[in-house]
């Protein structure tokens, strides 16, 4: 599935048409929402106008983050190639709308040192409450800094955590953020029958966590 291929599900379309800078999306699990930030990367990609644009998918691990989104940036970028991905960096170049090269890096947070230094027009942080802290407020966000680069924070509850707080500064400030909260309840992209059979064998605690975007839950 290249980009040309690729179709939004209905409760991402906020995500990709979006004019804030800074996105939260608190989603259920299989909801899709690696596809489609890996695709809105590729999208800021091709439209950014910015000379020499970085961009990075970011994970927990670097081998997390290779495993999970990897594969789906080489397959929406495929038409875009400079050359071929570099499979020891994880990273790919691709020629832009305006003539240049954007590059989309793939990183784990494991590692938040080795990204000082680099610049980034936009980054996307799966899983961001299974980060520490600092790699946002100390790496990360200097580095978008100068260019005005714009993030998408995402995740599955897993407690008040950092997670959490972007998530309350996203609620209390919607002039400048997008929260997009999306239960199972909600989306109804998951069949009625296997939630019901999910809750069942999770327990009502850990389906509110997974399913529901549950904060309270007890973990």
């Known amino acids: 599935m290249d980009l040309n291929s690729y179709v939004p599900r209905d409760v991402f379309i906020p995500m990709h048409q979006r004019t804030a800078r800074w996105t939260v999306v608190v989603a259920h699990r299989r909801a899709g929402k690696t596809v489609s930030v890996c ?4 999208i800021g990609a091709l439209e950014t106008a910015l000379p020499n644009p970085k961009f990075a998918y970011l994970a927990p691990l670097r081998d997390q983050a290779k495993k999970v989104a990897w594969q789906y940036l080489k397959d929406l970028t495929k038409p875009f190639w400079v050359r071929k991905p570099n499979e020891a960096e994880l990273k790919i170049e691709l020629d832009n709308a305006h003539g240049g090269v954007s590059t989309i ?3 784990g947070a494991d590692n938040p040192d080795s990204m000082r230094g680099l610049y ?8 961001f409450g299974d980060m520490r802290p600092s790699t946002w407020y100390s790496v990360i966000r200097p580095a978008l800094s100068d260019r005005h680069g714009w993030a998408i924070f995402m995740g599955t509850p897993r407690g008040r955590n950092t997670f959490w ?7 209390l400030n ?7 909260e999306l239960p199972a ?23 509110a966590i997974e399913y529901e975007c549950s904060f309270d839950a007890a973990i």
């Open 39 to 42: 695709a809105d990367l590729v």
């Open 105 to 107: 890096y793939v990183g």
């Open 120 to 127: 980034f027009d936009g980054v996307a942080l799966d899983e």
């Open 165 to 171: 707080n972007v998530k309350e500064e996203a609620r």
């Open 174 to 180: 919607p002039s400048t953020h997008l929260l997009l």
């Open 185 to 207: 309840s909600k989306t109804q992209i998951i069949h009625p029958d296997e939630l019901a059979d999910a809750k069942v064998q999770m327990g009502d605690e850990q389906y």
